[in-house]
C-alpha cells in the first residue's frame, strides 16, 4: 500500500470518526438502541449511562483499530456497559453503501452489558 492509499484510508475513517461521534455526543441524533437488559435498569442508570458513553474519549489502537470510534465500553457502578455503532442503509437492510455519506447511510448505536454479549 503507497502513501497515497494510506492517505486515503485515515480520510475515509476519519469521516467516518466525525459522523460517529456526532450520533454518540448528541443522542438521539440518529437511532439508540438498547437491550432489555439495560432498559430493566431504570431511567436514572440510563441517562448516567447515556452520559458515559457521550463522555468516552478511551479510543486506542487495542479498542479502535481502525480509527471510526464505532466501539467502547464504560462502567457503571461496577457494571460493564458496551456500546456500538453501525452502519445501514436507509431501509436498515444491509451495510451503508457508503458510511461517510449520511444520505444514504443510517447509523444505530446499540447500548447493552456484559451478560448481553
Given at each position: 500500500m503507497d502513501c497515497q492509499d494510506?492517505?486515503?484510508?485515515?480520510?475515509?475513517?476519519h469521516k467516518i470518526q466525525m459522523l460517529n461521534d456526532q450520533l454518540r455526543r448528541e443522542m438521539p441524533h440518529g437511532s439508540v438502541m438498547i437491550t432489555r437488559a439495560v432498559a430493566q435498569l431504570g431511567n436514572d442508570k440510563l441517562h448516567?449511562?447515556?452520559a458515559a458513553?457521550?463522555?468516552f474519549e478511551q479510543f486506542g489502537p487495542d479498542n479502535d483499530p481502525w480509527g471510526e470510534h464505532d466501539f467502547g465500553q464504560v462502567e457503571i457502578d461496577g457494571e460493564m456497559i458496551f456500546w456500538k455503532i453501525d452502519a445501514y442503509d436507509l431501509n436498515l437492510e444491509f451495510a451503508s453503501p457508503d458510511p461517510t455519506e449520511e444520505a444514504?447511510?443510517?447509523r444505530i448505536l446499540t447500548i447493552m452489558t456484559a451478560g448481553d454479549l
Open positions: 494510506d492517505d486515503a484510508r485515515a480520510a475515509y475513517a448516567e449511562i447515556a458513553i457521550q463522555a444514504v447511510t443510517r
